[in-house]
């Protein structure tokens, strides 16, 4: 039995898509239900059992034996609030329960991290164990994360294999629950549909062109690709990258997006935002040499390809995977 925390969500329900695939029969999605918005998400995926996030330590040590593989994809993702309690108690309380429920019942954990942690880049993108406690992350989503790593990172009881995968920028089908917080693909999208332009947040950095921020896409069948990769393999316990190592511009993920859509691009730039502005990214990259390193061969998706499938297979037709 393989659990998945967070499974109503995007990439959670992405993830146990491609577990079906794989064969795997008997999959326990766990997560707040009460949310209707992301019920598409798992509409037809053929269940052991659906388990309220609220409920799920009372309900684990009845099936403890049972469980071969936890991932713990469930957060609260919103870059924008800033009530560091609420992450306190979805993010970090939340994971160390789950990571003393794996080292209680000798279970295997992958969790998700984020590229939050790395701030704004001034130790690099490098998935290096000694520079985690130095990392200034920019939010408190970002903030959570690093902290649920660095406490990760201390214990010395652990569970049987552990990673925790540093998402960078993660797009694609099974996010239309997210609002704000969607991918700039998936808002780009609806802008053209909407009013036939795409806006991006303008530069307000010298040193960055409008539209020239640059972030790491990586789509989503290549995460649940690498995350599949890690239960199977097992390699090295710790935190690894998950991008594509190859840095892009929100310029050219809206040219793809017209593309995708036989358009001729028509762009315009707005302000960011001022809540968000002075926590704003403007350069991701993953160094991706540790998953290599650890026996992982698969491709990336190139942006284009990507963008591409996205729009023409899924938010056309508005399909879920």
Request: hydrophobic share 35%.
């Amino acid at each position: 039995m393989i659990i998945v925390t967070g499974a109503a969500g995007f990439i959670g329900s992405c993830l146990i898509s491609k577990l079906m695939e794989s064969g795997h029969k008997r999959i326990v999605a766990v997560d707040d239900f009460s949310k209707s918005g992301k019920a598409g998400n798992l509409s037809g995926k053929s269940l052991a059992a659906r388990i309220s996030r609220y409920e799920f330590f009372d309900w684990l040590p009845l099936h403890e034996k049972e469980i071969s593989f936890i991932f713990h994809i469930g957060a609260r993702t919103d870059t924008t609030e800033f009530n560091m309690q609420i992450f306190e108690e979805l993010n970090t309380g939340y994971s160390r329960k789950v990571w003393e429920a794996c080292c209680n019942y000798n279970i295997p954990l992958v969790y998700a991290s984020s590229a939050a942690t790395y701030g704004s880049g001034e130790y690099g993108y490098h998935d290096r164990h000694d520079i985690v406690d130095q990392l200034k992350p920019l939010n408190p989503y970002g903030i959570s994360k690093n902290e649920f790593d660095k406490w990760a990172l201390r214990q010395s009881e652990t569970p049987p294999f552990w990673a925790g995968m540093k998402f960078f920028n993660v797009y694609g089908p099974n996010e239309y629950h997210k609002g704000r917080m969607a991918s700039v693909i998936f808002h780009s999208f609806n802008q053209i549909r909407q009013t036939g332009k795409v806006r991006l947040f303008r530069s307000h950095r010298p040193d960055f062109a409008d539209g020239g921020q640059l972030r790491d896409f990586i789509y989503v069948k290549d995460v649940v690709a690498v995350l599949e990769f890690m239960m199977n393999k097992r390699p090295q316990p710790g935190l690894y990258n998950l991008g594509t190592g190859r840095a892009r511009t929100f310029f050219d993920l809206a040219r793809a997006t017209f593309s995708a859509l036989n358009l001729e691009p028509d762009i315009e730039f707005v302000d960011t935002p001022a809540d968000i502005r002075d926590k704003y990214q403007y350069f991701t990259e993953a160094d991706m040499h540790k998953l290599k390193d650890a026996g992982y061969t698969g491709s990336f998706t190139s942006l284009e390809d990507g963008v591409s499938d996205y729009v023409r297979n899924y938010l056309a037709s508005n399909s879920y995977r």
